[in-house]
């Protein structure tokens, strides 16, 4: 069982539209992350949370927006959607602390697509 | 500042190929290493995993070793596969909780 569940796993949009992508890990990390891959930037790094706070944000606009109401939940809503939003967007945990700790594992991915 | 560069970006091997992959990485902290696989319509799964403790790890094949004073790490199979194809990356984690991924290297093995 998918112990990292991202929800859709395909989202087509219209230009100008608002989406929210979801994602809720099940391996009782304290950080998650969101990532961008698209064919020009393989594997990008959007955001990271720990403990349900912002811990770093590299996305430019401020059209992405992370939001974690629970623990193990970082949803990542992007409003005013453009054709170059188009991407996979993969959602990410890791343990902060512990035998397992510093290890990043993805969820599979929603893959959006906007006309 | 912290980086990883992964430079091949397309291997194409026949089946019982010898696979190297090579990537080099800066960084001021003892870092930790990971290889990452991902497959068509799935997200990067972790393959291997090497701190500066144990210099190297083995996981279904593959081997992944460092070399601090080349600053580089490298993932190896002796007999590639078919079912090996597949995208893999390096990655490079520094400390709070900061990631860095090379580009990939996508590896198709022809059978």
């Known amino acids: 069982d998918p112990k990292i569940i991202q929800k859709p796993k395909y989202l087509v949009a219209v230009t100008g539209s608002e989406k929210i992508l979801i994602c809720e890990q099940y391996?009782?990390?304290?950080?998650m992350y969101w990532y961008r891959q698209s064919a020009k930037k393989p594997l990008e790094f959007m955001f990271s949370y720990s403990y349900q706070k912002l811990m770093d944000n590299q996305t430019a606009s401020s059209r992405f927006q992370p939001q974690s109401s629970k623990k193990n939940h970082l949803d990542l809503q992007i409003t005013a959607l453009k054709p170059d939003d188009s991407a996979t967007y993969f959602c990410?945990?890791?343990?902060?602390?512990?035998?397992?700790?510093?290890?990043?594992?993805f969820g599979a991915g929603t893959r959006l697509s906007v006309l | 500042g912290d980086s990883v560069t992964q430079k091949q970006g397309q291997v194409t091997l026949s089946e019982d190929d010898f696979l190297f992959i090579n990537c080099t990485y800066s960084?001021?902290?003892?870092?930790?290493l990971f290889w990452y696989v991902q497959y068509p319509g799935q997200g990067p799964q972790l393959l291997l995993k090497?701190?500066?403790?144990?210099n190297k790890g083995i996981s279904r094949g593959f081997e992944a070793t460092y070399d601090k004073g080349t600053t580089s790490f490298h993932l190896q199979k002796a007999s590639v596969q078919e079912s090996d194809s597949a995208v893999y990356f390096c990655?490079?984690?520094?400390?709070?909780?900061?990631?860095?991924f090379g580009k990939g290297t996508s590896l198709t093995v022809i059978p």
């Open positions: 990410a945990s890791s343990q902060v602390g512990g035998l397992s700790q510093n290890t990043l594992y």
């Open positions: 990655a490079l984690y520094t400390g709070y909780q900061n990631f860095y």
């Open positions: 391996l009782g990390h304290n950080a």
């Open positions: 090497v701190t500066t403790a144990n």
């Open positions: 960084t001021t902290t003892y870092p930790t």
